[in-house]
Protein backbone atom coordinates (compact mmCIF):
# COMPACT_ATOMS: atom_id res chain seq x y z
CA UNK A 1 0.00 0.00 0.00
CA UNK A 2 1.75 3.11 -0.81
CA UNK A 3 2.14 5.51 1.80
CA UNK A 4 0.33 8.88 1.51
CA UNK A 5 2.18 11.97 0.99
CA UNK A 6 2.28 15.31 3.45
CA UNK A 7 -0.53 17.25 1.32
CA UNK A 8 -2.97 14.11 1.46
CA UNK A 9 -1.72 13.73 5.33
CA UNK A 10 -2.62 17.81 5.87
CA UNK A 11 -6.08 17.57 4.32
CA UNK A 12 -7.07 14.70 6.25
CA UNK A 13 -5.75 16.18 9.49
CA UNK A 14 -7.59 19.63 8.13
CA UNK A 15 -11.10 17.07 7.20
CA UNK A 16 -10.83 15.49 10.56
CA UNK A 17 -10.19 18.67 12.50
CA UNK A 18 -13.43 20.58 11.56
CA UNK A 19 -15.24 17.50 12.25
CA UNK A 20 -14.55 17.45 15.43
CA UNK A 21 -14.75 21.07 15.74
CA UNK A 22 -18.24 21.26 14.50
CA UNK A 23 -19.26 18.15 16.20
CA UNK A 24 -18.19 19.64 19.66
CA UNK A 25 -18.89 23.19 18.95
CA UNK A 26 -19.20 25.36 22.07
CA UNK A 27 -16.77 22.82 24.30
CA UNK A 28 -14.11 23.86 26.35
CA UNK A 29 -12.75 20.88 26.55
CA UNK A 30 -11.60 20.87 23.17
CA UNK A 31 -9.29 23.49 23.60
CA UNK A 32 -8.21 22.10 27.21
CA UNK A 33 -6.87 18.87 25.14
CA UNK A 34 -5.77 19.98 21.32
CA UNK A 35 -4.63 23.60 22.28
CA UNK A 36 -1.21 22.21 23.42
CA UNK A 37 -1.08 19.75 19.99
CA UNK A 38 -1.02 23.23 18.20
CA UNK A 39 1.11 25.67 20.03
CA UNK A 40 3.51 22.27 20.66
CA UNK A 41 3.89 22.44 16.78
CA UNK A 42 4.02 26.40 16.03
CA UNK A 43 6.74 26.48 18.69
CA UNK A 44 8.98 23.44 17.00
CA UNK A 45 8.55 25.39 13.75
CA UNK A 46 9.04 28.79 15.49
CA UNK A 47 12.31 27.26 17.25
CA UNK A 48 13.82 26.81 13.99
CA UNK A 49 13.13 29.79 12.11
CA UNK A 50 16.12 31.97 13.29
CA UNK A 51 18.71 29.74 12.72
CA UNK A 52 17.84 28.68 9.45
CA UNK A 53 18.07 32.65 8.09
CA UNK A 54 20.85 33.08 10.09
CA UNK A 55 22.66 30.25 9.16
CA UNK A 56 21.60 30.37 5.27
CA UNK A 57 22.45 33.83 5.18
CA UNK A 58 25.60 34.13 6.57
CA UNK A 59 26.92 31.14 4.09
CA UNK A 60 24.78 33.20 0.72
CA UNK A 61 26.43 36.64 1.40
CA UNK A 62 29.89 34.85 2.18
CA UNK A 63 29.33 33.28 -0.83
CA UNK A 64 28.61 36.56 -2.76
CA UNK A 65 31.34 38.62 -0.69
CA UNK A 66 30.56 41.95 -2.56
CA UNK A 67 28.64 44.57 -0.94
CA UNK A 68 28.18 46.93 -4.19
CA UNK A 69 25.85 43.72 -5.81
CA UNK A 70 24.13 42.92 -2.07
CA UNK A 71 23.05 46.62 -2.22
CA UNK A 72 21.99 45.79 -5.61
CA UNK A 73 19.90 43.66 -4.59
CA UNK A 74 18.53 44.82 -1.93
CA UNK A 75 17.48 48.19 -3.63
CA UNK A 76 15.38 46.16 -6.14
CA UNK A 77 13.89 43.65 -3.47
CA UNK A 78 12.10 46.77 -1.80
CA UNK A 79 11.78 48.06 -5.12
CA UNK A 80 9.79 45.28 -6.30
CA UNK A 81 7.91 44.32 -2.97
CA UNK A 82 6.44 48.09 -2.95
CA UNK A 83 4.97 47.87 -6.17
CA UNK A 84 3.63 44.43 -5.51
CA UNK A 85 2.07 45.60 -2.47
CA UNK A 86 0.94 48.67 -3.92
CA UNK A 87 -1.10 46.72 -6.33
CA UNK A 88 -2.31 44.36 -3.63
CA UNK A 89 -4.05 47.28 -2.32
CA UNK A 90 -5.66 48.29 -5.43
CA UNK A 91 -7.25 44.72 -6.25
CA UNK A 92 -8.64 44.93 -2.58
CA UNK A 93 -10.16 48.20 -3.43
CA UNK A 94 -11.64 47.26 -6.60
CA UNK A 95 -12.84 44.42 -4.84
CA UNK A 96 -14.77 46.07 -2.98
CA UNK A 97 -15.82 48.49 -5.23
CA UNK A 98 -17.17 46.25 -7.38
CA UNK A 99 -19.11 43.71 -5.41
CA UNK A 100 -19.63 46.21 -2.44
CA UNK A 101 -20.05 43.22 0.56
CA UNK A 102 -20.88 45.67 3.12
CA UNK A 103 -23.71 46.86 1.60
CA UNK A 104 -27.17 45.66 3.03
CA UNK A 105 -25.35 43.75 5.84
CA UNK A 106 -27.58 43.78 9.39
CA UNK A 107 -25.17 44.39 12.01
CA UNK A 108 -28.21 43.38 14.62
CA UNK A 109 -27.37 40.03 13.54
CA UNK A 110 -23.35 40.37 13.68
CA UNK A 111 -21.81 39.08 16.92
CA UNK A 112 -18.54 41.84 18.68
CA UNK A 113 -15.14 40.12 19.58
CA UNK A 114 -13.15 41.49 22.04
CA UNK A 115 -10.10 43.66 20.36
CA UNK A 116 -8.83 45.01 23.28
CA UNK A 117 -5.48 43.59 22.62
CA UNK A 118 -5.20 44.83 19.46
CA UNK A 119 -6.06 48.00 20.04
CA UNK A 120 -3.65 48.34 22.91
CA UNK A 121 -1.32 46.81 20.44
CA UNK A 122 -2.27 49.67 17.78
CA UNK A 123 -2.07 52.45 20.03
CA UNK A 124 1.78 51.65 21.23
CA UNK A 125 2.67 51.06 17.92
CA UNK A 126 0.50 54.15 15.87
CA UNK A 127 3.69 56.75 16.63
CA UNK A 128 6.13 53.73 14.75
CA UNK A 129 6.91 55.88 11.33
CA UNK A 130 8.62 54.64 8.37
CA UNK A 131 11.90 56.24 10.01
CA UNK A 132 11.59 53.77 13.18
CA UNK A 133 11.23 50.59 11.28
CA UNK A 134 14.23 51.53 9.25
CA UNK A 135 16.37 52.70 12.60
CA UNK A 136 15.37 49.51 14.51
CA UNK A 137 16.68 47.16 11.60
CA UNK A 138 20.15 47.63 13.52
CA UNK A 139 20.21 46.26 16.97
CA UNK A 140 21.55 47.26 19.65
CA UNK A 141 21.86 43.40 21.24
CA UNK A 142 22.06 40.91 18.85
CA UNK A 143 20.54 39.06 21.55
CA UNK A 144 17.69 40.81 22.28
CA UNK A 145 16.64 40.45 18.78
CA UNK A 146 17.29 36.32 18.48
CA UNK A 147 15.07 36.56 21.77
CA UNK A 148 12.24 39.31 20.32
CA UNK A 149 12.57 37.33 17.21
CA UNK A 150 13.07 40.64 15.42
CA UNK A 151 14.02 39.99 11.95
CA UNK A 152 14.81 42.63 10.43
CA UNK A 153 17.44 43.33 12.64
CA UNK A 154 18.42 39.20 12.57
CA UNK A 155 18.43 39.80 8.38
CA UNK A 156 20.90 42.94 8.90
CA UNK A 157 23.47 41.66 11.57
CA UNK A 158 23.65 38.30 9.41
CA UNK A 159 24.38 40.01 6.13
CA UNK A 160 27.12 42.27 8.04
CA UNK A 161 28.66 38.95 9.56
CA UNK A 162 28.31 37.51 6.06
CA UNK A 163 30.26 40.22 4.54
CA UNK A 164 32.69 39.59 7.41
CA UNK A 165 33.29 35.95 6.63
CA UNK A 166 33.94 36.68 3.47
CA UNK A 167 36.46 39.63 4.01
CA UNK A 168 38.38 37.02 6.07
CA UNK A 169 39.36 34.75 3.49
CA UNK A 170 41.22 31.55 4.34
CA UNK A 171 40.58 31.77 7.81
CA UNK A 172 36.93 32.54 7.27
CA UNK A 173 36.49 29.22 5.61
CA UNK A 174 36.27 27.49 9.15
CA UNK A 175 33.51 29.48 10.12
CA UNK A 176 32.00 29.52 6.63
CA UNK A 177 32.10 25.56 7.09
CA UNK A 178 30.67 25.80 10.34
CA UNK A 179 26.82 27.56 9.15
CA UNK A 180 26.74 25.55 5.93
CA UNK A 181 26.86 22.38 8.52
CA UNK A 182 24.51 24.21 10.92
CA UNK A 183 21.81 24.73 7.92
CA UNK A 184 21.71 21.18 6.39
CA UNK A 185 21.22 19.45 10.11
CA UNK A 186 18.07 22.41 10.96
CA UNK A 187 16.89 21.45 7.46
CA UNK A 188 17.00 17.99 8.54
CA UNK A 189 15.35 18.88 11.76
CA UNK A 190 12.64 20.94 9.63
CA UNK A 191 12.17 17.51 7.78
CA UNK A 192 11.66 15.71 10.64
CA UNK A 193 9.31 18.37 12.43
CA UNK A 194 7.06 18.10 8.99
CA UNK A 195 5.89 14.95 9.57
CA UNK A 196 3.87 15.89 13.19
CA UNK A 197 2.18 18.75 10.70
CA UNK A 198 -0.96 16.78 10.12
CA UNK A 199 -1.70 16.73 14.37
CA UNK A 200 -0.60 20.47 14.44
CA UNK A 201 -3.31 21.20 11.53
CA UNK A 202 -6.11 18.98 13.19
CA UNK A 203 -5.78 20.30 16.68
CA UNK A 204 -5.35 24.42 15.60
CA UNK A 205 -8.52 23.72 13.36
CA UNK A 206 -10.55 21.78 15.77
CA UNK A 207 -9.94 24.65 18.58
CA UNK A 208 -11.22 26.94 16.08
CA UNK A 209 -14.31 25.17 14.85
CA UNK A 210 -15.23 24.72 18.44
CA UNK A 211 -14.76 28.31 19.06
CA UNK A 212 -16.57 29.93 16.22
CA UNK A 213 -18.38 26.88 14.96
CA UNK A 214 -19.66 27.18 11.11
CA UNK A 215 -23.02 29.53 12.22
CA UNK A 216 -20.39 32.46 12.22
CA UNK A 217 -19.51 32.52 8.51
CA UNK A 218 -23.54 33.48 7.79
CA UNK A 219 -23.50 36.97 8.43
CA UNK A 220 -20.35 37.46 7.00
CA UNK A 221 -20.27 35.01 3.97
CA UNK A 222 -20.43 37.62 1.71
CA UNK A 223 -16.80 38.78 2.93
CA UNK A 224 -15.05 35.67 3.35
CA UNK A 225 -16.15 34.36 0.00
CA UNK A 226 -15.12 37.88 -1.53
CA UNK A 227 -11.51 37.66 0.36
CA UNK A 228 -10.94 34.32 -0.88
CA UNK A 229 -12.35 35.08 -4.72
CA UNK A 230 -10.04 37.96 -4.78
CA UNK A 231 -7.03 36.38 -3.22
CA UNK A 232 -7.40 33.86 -5.64
CA UNK A 233 -7.71 36.18 -8.12
CA UNK A 234 -4.41 37.93 -7.28
CA UNK A 235 -2.45 34.72 -7.42
CA UNK A 236 -4.01 33.46 -10.90
CA UNK A 237 -3.93 36.61 -12.43
CA UNK A 238 -1.34 39.38 -10.83
CA UNK A 239 1.48 36.86 -9.35
CA UNK A 240 0.46 34.75 -12.45
CA UNK A 241 1.71 37.43 -15.15
CA UNK A 242 4.78 38.37 -13.18
CA UNK A 243 5.83 34.87 -12.68
CA UNK A 244 5.23 34.21 -16.88
CA UNK A 245 7.42 37.42 -17.22
CA UNK A 246 10.31 36.13 -15.29
CA UNK A 247 9.85 32.84 -16.90
CA UNK A 248 7.95 30.60 -14.75
CA UNK A 249 4.72 29.38 -14.59
CA UNK A 250 2.64 30.39 -10.86
CA UNK A 251 1.03 27.04 -11.79
CA UNK A 252 4.57 25.11 -11.15
CA UNK A 253 5.49 27.07 -8.27
CA UNK A 254 2.24 26.27 -6.40
CA UNK A 255 2.48 22.56 -7.27
CA UNK A 256 5.91 22.61 -6.06
CA UNK A 257 4.60 24.13 -3.02
CA UNK A 258 1.49 22.57 -2.26
CA UNK A 259 2.62 20.74 0.75
CA UNK A 260 3.58 24.11 2.02
CA UNK A 261 0.36 25.90 1.26
CA UNK A 262 -2.11 23.36 2.66
CA UNK A 263 -0.07 23.95 5.88
CA UNK A 264 -0.13 27.42 5.75
CA UNK A 265 -3.93 27.94 5.43
CA UNK A 266 -4.62 25.44 7.95
CA UNK A 267 -2.33 26.77 10.64
CA UNK A 268 -2.63 30.43 9.09
CA UNK A 269 0.84 31.10 9.69
CA UNK A 270 3.69 32.25 7.53
CA UNK A 271 6.44 31.06 9.86
CA UNK A 272 5.57 27.35 9.35
CA UNK A 273 6.40 26.62 6.17
CA UNK A 274 9.52 29.29 5.84
CA UNK A 275 12.67 27.41 6.52
CA UNK A 276 10.59 24.25 3.31
CA UNK A 277 9.89 27.79 0.49
CA UNK A 278 13.72 28.94 1.10
CA UNK A 279 15.27 25.36 0.24
CA UNK A 280 12.80 24.48 -2.80
CA UNK A 281 13.16 28.23 -3.89
CA UNK A 282 16.73 27.39 -3.89
CA UNK A 283 16.21 23.52 -5.61
CA UNK A 284 14.31 25.72 -8.21
CA UNK A 285 17.12 27.80 -9.40
CA UNK A 286 17.64 30.48 -7.12
CA UNK A 287 21.23 30.92 -5.83
CA UNK A 288 21.35 31.06 -1.76
CA UNK A 289 22.23 34.65 -0.90
CA UNK A 290 19.27 36.03 -2.93
CA UNK A 291 16.80 32.65 -1.21
CA UNK A 292 18.02 33.66 1.83
CA UNK A 293 17.51 37.97 1.32
CA UNK A 294 14.78 38.16 -0.25
CA UNK A 295 12.18 35.70 1.44
CA UNK A 296 12.96 36.53 4.89
CA UNK A 297 12.67 39.98 4.45
CA UNK A 298 9.42 39.82 2.25
CA UNK A 299 7.90 38.03 6.01
CA UNK A 300 8.08 42.04 6.95
CA UNK A 301 7.77 44.35 3.56
CA UNK A 302 6.15 41.85 1.21
CA UNK A 303 2.60 41.00 2.85
CA UNK A 304 0.11 40.72 -0.60
CA UNK A 305 -2.66 39.08 1.13
CA UNK A 306 -2.27 41.01 4.42
CA UNK A 307 -2.86 44.51 1.88
CA UNK A 308 -5.05 43.41 0.10
CA UNK A 309 -7.11 42.02 2.97
CA UNK A 310 -6.68 45.39 4.81
CA UNK A 311 -7.66 47.52 1.56
CA UNK A 312 -10.68 45.24 1.33
CA UNK A 313 -11.68 45.28 4.97
CA UNK A 314 -11.93 48.50 5.17
CA UNK A 315 -14.29 49.62 2.18
CA UNK A 316 -16.33 46.51 3.86
CA UNK A 317 -16.68 48.53 6.88
CA UNK A 318 -16.82 51.82 5.30
CA UNK A 319 -20.07 50.18 3.19
CA UNK A 320 -21.36 48.39 6.38
CA UNK A 321 -21.96 51.82 8.09
CA UNK A 322 -22.97 53.15 4.96
CA UNK A 323 -20.10 55.90 4.53
CA UNK A 324 -19.48 57.16 1.12
CA UNK A 325 -15.52 56.52 0.28
CA UNK A 326 -15.11 59.19 -3.08
CA UNK A 327 -12.13 58.05 -4.99
CA UNK A 328 -10.40 60.76 -3.27
CA UNK A 329 -10.36 59.47 -0.08
CA UNK A 330 -9.83 56.09 -1.32
CA UNK A 331 -6.68 57.28 -2.82
CA UNK A 332 -5.73 58.57 0.80
CA UNK A 333 -6.48 54.93 2.14
CA UNK A 334 -4.32 53.49 -0.25
CA UNK A 335 -1.24 55.79 0.29
CA UNK A 336 -1.79 55.61 4.29
CA UNK A 337 -1.89 51.67 4.21
CA UNK A 338 1.15 51.67 2.12
CA UNK A 339 3.08 53.46 4.78
CA UNK A 340 1.20 51.66 7.80
CA UNK A 341 1.44 47.75 6.75
CA UNK A 342 5.63 48.34 6.32
CA UNK A 343 6.34 51.23 9.58
CA UNK A 344 4.71 48.46 12.05
CA UNK A 345 5.93 44.94 10.38
CA UNK A 346 6.55 42.29 12.50
CA UNK A 347 3.74 43.49 15.08
CA UNK A 348 1.52 40.43 16.06
CA UNK A 349 -1.99 40.68 15.01
CA UNK A 350 -0.19 43.12 12.28
CA UNK A 351 -3.66 43.02 9.68
CA UNK A 352 -5.82 43.97 12.68
CA UNK A 353 -3.52 46.69 14.16
CA UNK A 354 -2.68 48.59 10.36
CA UNK A 355 -6.45 48.63 10.42
CA UNK A 356 -6.76 50.25 13.46
CA UNK A 357 -3.87 52.20 12.61
CA UNK A 358 -5.93 53.32 9.08
CA UNK A 359 -9.57 53.67 9.43
CA UNK A 360 -9.33 56.72 11.69
CA UNK A 361 -7.16 58.52 9.26
CA UNK A 362 -9.87 58.06 6.75
CA UNK A 363 -13.24 58.37 8.93
CA UNK A 364 -14.08 55.06 9.25
CA UNK A 365 -15.54 53.32 12.37
CA UNK A 366 -12.77 51.60 14.47
CA UNK A 367 -15.87 49.53 16.24
CA UNK A 368 -16.52 47.70 12.57
CA UNK A 369 -13.33 46.19 13.20
CA UNK A 370 -15.34 44.29 16.30
CA UNK A 371 -17.77 42.79 13.98
CA UNK A 372 -15.64 40.69 11.51
CA UNK A 373 -12.74 39.57 14.20
CA UNK A 374 -15.17 36.44 14.36
CA UNK A 375 -13.87 35.22 11.18
CA UNK A 376 -10.55 36.77 11.00
CA UNK A 377 -9.07 33.21 11.35
CA UNK A 378 -10.91 32.25 8.23
CA UNK A 379 -9.75 35.34 6.39
CA UNK A 380 -5.96 35.06 7.65
CA UNK A 381 -6.06 31.66 6.06
CA UNK A 382 -6.99 33.06 2.08
CA UNK A 383 -3.97 36.15 3.13
CA UNK A 384 -1.31 33.64 4.25
CA UNK A 385 -1.15 31.36 1.18
CA UNK A 386 -1.17 34.80 -0.94
CA UNK A 387 2.26 35.68 1.48
CA UNK A 388 3.72 32.13 1.14
CA UNK A 389 2.91 32.51 -2.39
CA UNK A 390 4.15 36.02 -3.23
CA UNK A 391 7.47 35.23 -1.57
CA UNK A 392 8.39 32.66 -3.27
CA UNK A 393 7.72 34.44 -6.48
CA UNK A 394 9.67 37.18 -5.24
CA UNK A 395 12.71 35.23 -5.07
CA UNK A 396 12.40 34.14 -8.28
CA UNK A 397 11.74 37.44 -9.87
CA UNK A 398 14.88 38.71 -7.84
CA UNK A 399 16.73 36.03 -9.13
CA UNK A 400 16.00 36.69 -12.94
CA UNK A 401 16.45 40.21 -12.51
CA UNK A 402 19.95 39.55 -11.52
CA UNK A 403 20.27 37.01 -14.16
CA UNK A 404 21.38 34.68 -11.68
CA UNK A 405 18.69 32.23 -12.22
CA UNK A 406 19.73 28.80 -12.87
CA UNK A 407 17.04 27.42 -15.41
CA UNK A 408 18.52 24.04 -15.86
CA UNK A 409 18.14 23.50 -12.25
CA UNK A 410 14.81 24.80 -12.53
CA UNK A 411 13.86 22.04 -15.39
CA UNK A 412 15.49 19.35 -13.42
CA UNK A 413 13.56 20.01 -10.24
CA UNK A 414 10.62 20.48 -11.83
CA UNK A 415 10.85 16.94 -13.86
CA UNK A 416 11.70 15.50 -10.74
CA UNK A 417 8.23 17.26 -8.99
CA UNK A 418 5.90 15.94 -11.78
CA UNK A 419 7.49 12.65 -11.53
CA UNK A 420 6.93 12.20 -7.85
CA UNK A 421 3.54 13.18 -8.34
CA UNK A 422 2.99 10.27 -11.01
Wanted: hydrophobic letters at 55%; aromatic letters at 8%; one cysteine or more.
Amino acid sequence: MKRFGLAIQIVIGLILGILVGAIFFGNPAVATYLQPIGDVFLRLIKMIVIPIVVATLIVGVAGVGDVKKLGKIGGKTILYFEIVTTIAIVVGLLAANIFQPGVGVDMSHLQKTDIHSYVETAETTQSHSMIDTFVNIVPKNIFDAFVRGDMLAIIFFSVLFGLGVAAAGERGKPVLHFFQGVADAMFWVVNAIMRFAPFGVFALIGVTVSKFGLSSLVPLGKLVILVHLAMLFFILVVLGTIARISGVKITQIMRILKDELLLAYSTSSSETVLPKIMEKMERLGCPKAITSFVIPTGYSFNLDGSTLYQALAALFIAQMYGIHMPISAQITLMLVLMVTSKGIAGVPGVSFVVLLATLGSVGIPLEGLAFIAGVDRLLDMARTVVNVVGNSLAAVVISRWEGQFDKKKAEQYLKEVSAKAA
